[in-house]
């Protein structure tokens, strides 16, 4: 012993190979996968062209918004000058009152939400330009035409695009509008009560539910123009031309017709109940269902006239010409119908009780069940007239001067 410890005695490693215990094994490392550096370059690839359409896509809507905002900008400013310039007065403005009118036209053409507004500023510039009809007694207006600042916005107007109104209304009431020319305009709905279009021509004119309430149109031109269901109560228009217009259902009652042109005009269920249309041409026109109780038709021309089922009740026809019109079912109940010409008239089934027909000429007439209870025929040709069984006659007024008596 030499006071040091003991050696630790290593045992000799085993020279063959080292058997272990049984189910024990040194687990086999996994085959790494070789890395798809295309798939990912491919994938980072598309998400930078993701960002960049987003990043693109809000640049284009910012750029939008800042292109709306400058060209509402554009627009208020050009709207603006317009209606600067629309407010000068006097004559060495003139030309710059017709730019901006038609500035606005344009404008309104560009932005059709400022449509509405630029209606109301030019019917606006029109009321405030012309004159206002007088009202003592016949309405009357200076006797000259409208200016033409007035007539170019009466135009732009007329051929607006209808479809951008939206709730607005043309409003032209109470204006002088003598001679104006407003040919195949569109003025559907307008508010046109009250005003003078003396002289005007509206030939071919859209006036489809408009209001033309005491309005003048004494020798106006309105020709083939669109009037159905227009409110005319109480209008002038002696000596207008409305041939071949169309007045299906339109509102003439009290309405003053005196000699106007109506040849072929539409007035199927029209009402002219107390219309005046002495010496008026409705020759071959169409009336159809129409109100005429109480109309005064003296010497008025209605040859070849539909009044089928027409309502004519204590209606003026004295004089009147209805050679081979037709009033079959037609109410002539109480009716002036004095020294008429009814040739070869069909009054089928017609209502003429206590009718007038003192010296009227019915020869070749029908009166096949028509009802002539207690009518005044004295004086009266019936000639060749049609009737039978149910051509009532009772109560009739007949005198040696009654001709082609039957009964």
């Known amino acids: 012993m030499n006071g040091h410890p003991p050696r630790r005695r290593v045992p000799p490693r085993p020279s063959g190979p080292v058997a272990r215990p049984a189910g024990l094994h040194r687990p086999r490392p996994r085959p790494r996968r070789p890395v798809n550096w295309t798939a990912v370059a491919s994938l980072l690839a598309a998400l930078a062209a993701v960002a960049g359409v987003v990043f693109t896509g809000l640049a284009l809507r910012t750029s939008r918004a800042q292109n709306a905002l400058t060209e509402q900008g554009q627009l208020t400013d ?74 170019a916005a009466l135009t732009v107007l007329g051929r607006r695009d209808q479809s951008h109104d939206q709730t607005t209304r043309i409003d032209l009431r109470d204006t002088c509008l003598t001679g104006t020319d407003l040919t195949g305009a569109n003025l559907v709905g307008t508010d046109l009560a009250g005003t003078d279009l003396t002289r005007g021509d ?68 029209g009402h002219l109940s107390g219309a005046d249309l002495t010496e008026a041409s409705l020759a071959n026109a169409d ?24 309502d004519l009740g204590t209606a003026d026809l004295t004089d009147a010409d209805l050679a081979d019109a037709s009033l079959a079912d037609a109410n002539l109940g109480g009716a002036n119908l004095t ?23 019915l020869t070749g007439a029908n009166l096949r069940s028509a009802n002539l209870l207690g009518a005044d025929l004295r004086g009266a040709d019936l000639a060749g007239a049609l009737h039978d069984e149910k051509t009532v006659v009772t109560g009739v007024l007949s005198d040696a001067d009654t001709a082609g008596a039957w009964w």
């Open 78 to 151: 050009r709207y603006g000058k317009a209606v600067d310039q629309l407010d000068r007065t006097g004559p060495e403005h003139l030309q710059g009152r017709l730019g901006a009118v038609y500035a606005l036209e344009r404008l309104a053409r560009d932005s059709p939400r400022d449509h509405p507004t630029i209606v109301e500023v030019l019917s606006a510039f029109v009321r405030t330009t012309t004159p206002r009809p007088t009202r003592t007694g016949a309405t009357t207006c200076p006797d000259q035409t409208v200016s033409p600042d007035v007539q």
């Open 339 to 361: 020294d008429a010409d009814l040739r070869r008239v069909d009054l089928g089934a017609a209502d003429l009780r206590k009718a007038i027909l003192r010296g009227a000429d």
């Open 287 to 310: 009336l159809t269902g129409a109100n005429l109780t109480g109309a005064r038709l003296a010497d008025t021309d209605l040859t070849g006239a539909d009044f089928h089922a027409a």
């Open 202 to 269: 509206l030939t071919g004119a859209k006036l489809r539910d408009a209001h033309l309430s005491n309005a003048t149109l004494a020798d106006a031109d309105l020709g083939g123009a669109d009037l159905t269901e227009v409110d005319l109560t109480g209008a002038h228009l002696a000596d207008a031309d409305l041939t071949r217009a169309d007045l299906r259902t339109a509102n003439l009652r009290g309405a003053n017709l005196t000699r106007a042109q109506l040849t072929g005009a539409d007035l199927r269920d």
